[in-house]
């Protein structure tokens, strides 16, 4: 009984428990949610004032932004007011000088048709008096000039000639002394041999049987010589002489040393004549390289690529005219330099431009073009100075003289070619120069007979003294020189001498 006494009361405390922390619970939580709720209220009422703040704030300065347009654009209507205003009085001013350009193109149009009426006026007084002098002196305005320009020339014609020929004795006596001096210090500084070269291609042998070992058994060594040398080898009747021939003129070289030498070992035979020619041909190579470096040495040229300088060589075996085109290069160059410094010109341009001047001929055998061109060209690929091509390239007048260096190239050129020995032209040539000199001077009107004297450096012209005066004398001197220059090439210059001649015969009887 007592245990369930205890038992009740046990549940009766439990339940009442229950109860009583239910309750407690309910109070705490309804204390926390109280708190929350709180804070939630007072957070929204502080976000509520700053919103209200915020809106005031744009408000003010949205205020503040409108003002100030408002201002902005007040000030620019005034600027404009301004520039209208400033326009209009503009245009005012324009309105006024238009008004008065135009009054000012109808004054002077006005005056203009005022001036073409006194001109009509004058023109007409003047036909009227020159209708009345031809009626008087029944002569055409054509025919009185005619009279009065030939009675003129007739009343003056000594005094004109007289006057041209004291100005042009004067200018050719100035410029004769200025080129005198210039050329003579240029000659007294350097002084080349005369003599000109001819290069051979005659070897000599020690007697008519060496050309039956040259032949060989059937042609054979002949045969072999052609073929490792690329020449030709002409064995005729010709006593002790056999002559080598072709168009390369180092080939030419190669075959005759190394016949030389086949001729003084004396066994010509193919392994024998193989083994010389390429010693012929090292030794060529060398002599060449020597010649080259040797020319670049004494005109005092520097720094150039050794296969320039071995083409420079290779102009050691040819000859223009008889003239070693070496040599010649070289004493261009010599006489260029000196003419630039008297000239105040860069001497190294010319000299080098006078030492290249003929570098394509060292090649003209085997590549298409004028020396000229070939010459450029090879310049061009070693890189040399455009000046010097510039020099070089105008000395045959292909192209235009750019400097004064170009110039100063083809004077040297004409004085080392144009010296007396200097060059050897073969007959045909100098036969055909001296012919079409005479043509060209009697193609002229009045000219009677012509000859070419000098070696083809004077021509002498013979003119009709009743078809050609004195004055007309020395102008056709200048005609026929005129075109001599046009149409032909020659080195040097061609003194044209007109000779008018008059006699009067009579007898006595």
Avoid: W
Avoid at 436 to 450: R, W
Avoid at 482 to 502: A, F, L, T, W
């Amino acid at each position: 009984m007592n245990n369930l006494i205890y038992l009740i009361v046990a549940l009766a405390a439990a339940v009442v428990g229950s109860v009583l922390g239910y309750f407690i619970r309910v109070l705490i939580v309804s204390s926390r949610s109280n708190t929350i709720e709180a804070k939630i209220a007072k957070l929204a009422s502080d976000a509520e004032e700053k919103a209200k703040l915020t809106v005031l704030e744009a408000r003010n300065q949205a205020v503040k932004i409108l003002e100030d347009a408002k201002v902005e654009e007040k000030e620019k209507i005034r600027e404009i007011k301004k520039i209208e205003d400033r326009l209009d009085r503009q245009e005012v001013h324009l309105s006024q000088q238009q008004d008065q350009l135009i009054k000012k193109a109808e004054e002077v149009r006005r005056k203009m048709d005022e001036i073409e009426g006194a001109r009509q006026e004058v023109q007409q007084i003047k036909e009227k008096e020159v209708q009345l002098l031809q009626k008087i002196a029944e002569l055409t305005p054509e025919k009185a000039k005619e009279i009065l320009f030939t009675k003129v020339e007739d009343m003056y014609k000594s005094e004109l000639i007289s006057r041209m020929q004291k100005l042009e004795q004067d200018a050719n006596k100035e410029i004769d002394q200025r080129a005198k001096e210039m050329l003579a210090t240029v000659v007294q500084r350097y002084a080349g041999s005369q003599v000109s070269e001819l290069s051979t291609t005659v070897v000599q042998i020690p007697s008519d049987d060496i050309k039956g070992k040259i032949i060989g058994r059937e042609g054979r060594n002949i045969r072999t010589l052609e073929r490792y040398t690329g020449a030709e080898f002409l064995i005729d009747d010709t006593p002790e002489t056999v002559i080598i021939s072709s168009f390369d003129p180092v080939r030419r070289q190669v075959a005759k040393l190394a016949l030389e030498k086949l001729i003084a070992d004396g066994r010509i035979q193919p392994a024998r004549i193989e083994e010389f020619v390429e010693k012929a041909k090292e030794d060529i190579n060398e002599k060449i390289q020597e010649a080259g470096e040797e020319a670049c040495y004494d005109i005092g040229v520097v720094g150039l690529n050794p296969k320039l300088i071995y083409l420079l060589g290779r102009l050691h075996f040819r000859t223009s005219f008889g003239q070693n085109v070496l040599m010649h290069s070289k004493e261009m160059a010599h006489i260029s330099g000196m003419l630039a410094a008297e000239l105040g010109a860069n001497v190294k341009v010319a000299k080098m431009g006078a030492l290249f001047h003929d570098i394509g001929k060292a090649v003209d055998h085997e590549v298409q073009g004028t020396h000229v061109e070939i010459g450029r060209k090879i310049l061009q690929k070693f890189n040399i100075d455009e000046e010097v091509i510039k020099a070089m390239q105008a000395h045959h007048e292909e192209y235009p003289y750019e400097t004064v260096e170009s110039i100063i190239v083809q004077v040297a050129d004409r004085i080392s070619g144009a010296r007396p020995g200097a060059r050897r032209d073969t007959t045909e040539i100098y036969l055909k120069r001296l012919e079409d000199l005479e043509k060209i001077a009697m193609s002229f009107e009045g000219v009677e007979k012509s000859y070419a004297v000098q070696a083809g450096r004077e021509i002498r012209v013979f003119v009709m003294p009743e078809k050609i005066d004195d004055l007309q004398a020395r102008k056709l001197a200048r005609d026929v020189a005129d075109k001599i220059q046009e149409e032909m090439q020659y080195p040097g210059e061609i003194k044209i001498n007109v000779i008018r001649e008059s006699r009067s015969i009579e007898y006595a009887r």
